[in-house]
């Protein structure tokens, strides 16, 4: 081990009618120290009652319990707030025709645990100017393998947007 920091740039991947309900796997280099995502017009359909988010994964399982999560919405009339136990919430109900722009940044807080501490900060830019807020922590069984971007669970698709993978290494 040199001690080096190396940065490696992921394949943009599309989102575009991946399913809400299984999402994809974006593969992580186990040495990971800390990865970002940089999302780009990230759309759901159906709206209406349709968020998204991040799962963490651990030797081909997704995690899918012990996030210490929190989630935030704000407009410039309102804010509310959420938490969640079985995944980060990036993205909670959409409205039609949003499109949101942003990053996640998880970094590798603890080793000896395989905790990973994740921020994350999206902007709507259709026109409602939507700020979302999210942080959280979750140790992982093992070493991180892949981050799931996926729905909750809901039903449909994402029907427009990409994300990018940076990862940073430590030989």
């Given at each position: 081990m040199t001690g080096i920091m190396q940065r490696i740039q992921g394949t943009v991947q599309s989102l575009n009618g991946i399913s809400l309900s299984t999402g994809v796997i974006i593969p992580i280099n186990p040495k990971a120290v800390m990865v970002e995502l940089t999302f780009q017009d990230i759309s759901v359909s159906p709206a209406a009652g349709a968020g998204w988010g991040l799962r963490l994964e651990a030797s081909s399982t997704i995690e899918t319990t012990g996030y210490q999560a929190g989630h935030s919405k704000m407009t410039s009339s309102a804010q509310s707030v959420s938490q969640s136990g079985t995944w980060f919430v990036l993205c909670g109900n959409e409205s039609s025709g949003d499109s949101f722009y942003g990053y996640s940044?998880?970094?590798?807080?603890?080793?000896?645990?395989?905790?990973?501490?994740?921020?994350?900060?999206?902007?709507?830019?259709?026109?409602?100017?939507?700020?979302?807020?999210?942080?959280?922590?979750?140790?992982?069984?093992?070493?991180?393998?892949?981050?799931?971007?996926?729905?909750?669970?809901?039903?449909?698709?994402?029907?427009?947007?990409?994300?990018?993978?940076?990862?940073?290494?430590?030989?």
């Open positions: 940044r998880l970094s590798l807080a603890n080793t000896s645990n395989n905790r990973w501490f994740c921020e994350s900060m999206l902007f709507e830019c259709s026109g409602q100017d939507i700020q979302r807020l999210s942080a959280g922590t979750k140790s992982v069984a093992s070493q991180l393998t892949g981050i799931q971007i996926w729905g909750g669970g809901a039903a449909g698709t994402f029907v427009g947007g990409s994300v990018t993978p940076v990862v940073y290494v430590i030989d």
